[in-house]
């Protein structure tokens, strides 16, 4: 998705594609090859002015290693750690002194059953790399299932994180862009709902956040792209928690364009695209307006329907305001493989939301009877 | 620039590009070769489903040939020669009985001098194919200068348009998307400043429009549409004329996205790039409704300045809210290489206008002072 905003500004990309990757089929130049093998990547970088990143899987030691050849890394692995491995981001943040669930990191199940009892069941254990969309996540309600997770103690990982369950109102995303030159812009603080561990919906900006929690949300996500020097867009994940003094608290970080910030590219003056391509090549930053009072991003995730490009006369015949985006991925079923973004440009925030969730399922589920 | 619209919907683009084509930086596969050439075309056309055109230059001949054995061709010859040939399009304008300017054909000088006397001068001589952006045009105003035209009754063309110089207030464009399954959306009636025959600025909608014409020109676009069964965008060419009964006269078609709507990129919810791709492949039509109360394209042509990359951060600067397209064409003096759009939304078209302007003549001319 990065490819329209650099098409629009006459950027060159050049793509380090897996060989199933939608990216083959959308940029001009690219290569196949494995991300985690260090001479596939010198190779690739030798190509470019400037590396960025699409996911946040390629190894540290590899990235530490192109930094030390000279390679222009944006985000460099000093920075993109803190996206990589969840305990040194919690450790990161606890020196910041911002807002987190009580957490611990533990080596043993003896360990684990013993932070569990000092921060209240239920907890969340977290594999501090590798998980997303909701995998290496383990929710424990007991000892009994916490002695379950021994299985997970298995040498992988020098220790886990286990942090308290957090009964949060709902999930935020406070987005961030840095340039290289240390030029930061907030987006809007939004609401993002959350399904099976991929940001399903989300509404921008946030419908029932207080302004007073939405701009510490933003100076927390600024203090954190400074202080761990990101360049190109950080995503800071929040839970909602009113009843708390700050009323919210960290919840992961992802430094890259992120799904929740694909309402920007129709409902926001720069999209997070665009920002992450002026961030890393060290442009001034865009402005990052909501256009709508509000727009709503709904994805859609594969299903039994494998041919969505004939489902999309339905959906566009209903919606014709709907702005559908197709990845050109295969089909499998939880694979995220487009979304809808609606804008609602007469604050009708309800109606866009209807609209969002009913094209994406017309697509979803090849419905053509609408 | 239909690359970005056809990424976000998936669907994939092969282009045939002249050697020093844009589209070779920009589109995932493309091949280099001759329009003008039928095998080239024809080998082309073998690996799309569907063929259509971002300029009206590919031989009409060839174009029905390659309809003859069968390639879905969008829009089709039978089409496409209103936008290719000045007067088959007059006499089509003429038999759909809308306004247009005083117009004869004319085959010898003899012929100009008594048409031209006949219409009056001024007079507007042009070649009815072959001629864009003010090449093959030629202000007459005297017998004098009709004479000196004679070099132009040279056996290129069977016979010469020539018409009334217009004595209009401004110059408007009416764009409509017409679907292979005739299906028709209209854009809002934009206003376009010419300089030496380019489309220079626009304004959309046209500020100083009455409702009524408006109306109007956009069902002339309609009626023009249906007739000739585009597919695609259409772009009616209009000389605002508010002392005659329509209020408007036309000038020239362009069957294609057009420089007079590239503020849809940023200024409309569905642009008509992806308007065009839709029309093409039989998708419904997007919403057409504008974004902002107004909304500004300026062009940047080629000048001094060859590195336009290292005006961006200027323009970006001072600018956070403009939109800049770069083409990544070389840069040549007076050629179109890139555009900036600016959204009113706050409704002040003069401050939009002023930064839209101001921006583009930073990147232009390598401005590093503001």
């Known amino acids: 998705m990065m490819a329209p905003a650099a098409i629009n500004l006459g950027v060159k990309l050049h793509v380090l594609a897996e060989a199933d990757d939608v990216s083959v089929t959308t940029a001009a130049r690219y290569t196949v090859g494995d991300y985690t093998d260090y001479d596939t990547l010198a190779a690739f970088a030798d190509t470019v002015d400037v590396v960025t990143f699409d996911h946040e899987h390629v190894p540290t030691q590899h990235l530490q290693r192109l930094q030390d050849a000279g390679v222009p890394l944006a985000p460099g692995p000093g920075a993109l750690v803190y996206a990589q491995d969840k305990l040194v981001m919690r450790r990161k943040m606890a020196e910041l002194g911002l807002p987190q669930p009580n957490w611990r990191a533990v080596s043993s199940v003896d360990e684990l059953l013993a932070a569990a009892q000092d921060i209240g069941y239920p907890v969340v254990l977290k594999t501090p790399r590798g998980g997303y969309d909701g995998k290496g996540v383990w929710v424990l309600n007991s000892p009994k299932e916490a002695q379950e997770a021994e299985v997970w103690f298995n040498g992988d990982h020098e220790a886990l994180l286990v942090e308290a369950k957090v009964n949060f109102r709902s999930e935020l995303s406070a987005q961030i862009a840095r340039s290289t ?25 946030a419908p029932a956040l207080k302004d007073e929690t939405a701009h510490s949300a933003q100076q927390a996500a600024e203090t954190i792209a400074n202080s761990i020097g990101v360049t190109g867009m950080l995503a800071v994940e929040l839970f909602h928690t009113p009843e708390t003094a700050a009323g919210f608290m960290i919840n992961e970080l992802a430094m890259r364009p992120h799904n929740t910030g694909h309402w920007t590219q129709d409902g926001a003056l720069t999209s997070q695209f665009e920002q992450h391509v002026r961030a890393v090549l060290g442009l001034p930053l865009g402005a990052t307006d909501p256009i709508a009072p509000y727009t709503v991003m709904k994805n859609y995730l594969g299903a039994e329907n494998h041919d969505l490009y004939g489902a999309f006369p339905a959906a566009m015949r209903k919606y014709p305001h709907a702005k559908i985006h197709a990845y050109g991925k295969s089909v499998r079923p939880g694979r995220k493989i487009g979304h809808v973004n609606v804008l609602a440009t007469n604050g009708d925030l309800d109606a866009a939301l209807a609209a969002a969730i009913d094209a994406a399922e017309i697509i979803r589920h090849g419905r053509t009877d609408s």
């Open 181 to 205: 030159t240390g030029e930061t812009k907030a987006y809007p603080v939004v609401e993002t709902i959350q399904t099976d561990g991929v940001a399903d919906i989300v509404k921008a900006p």
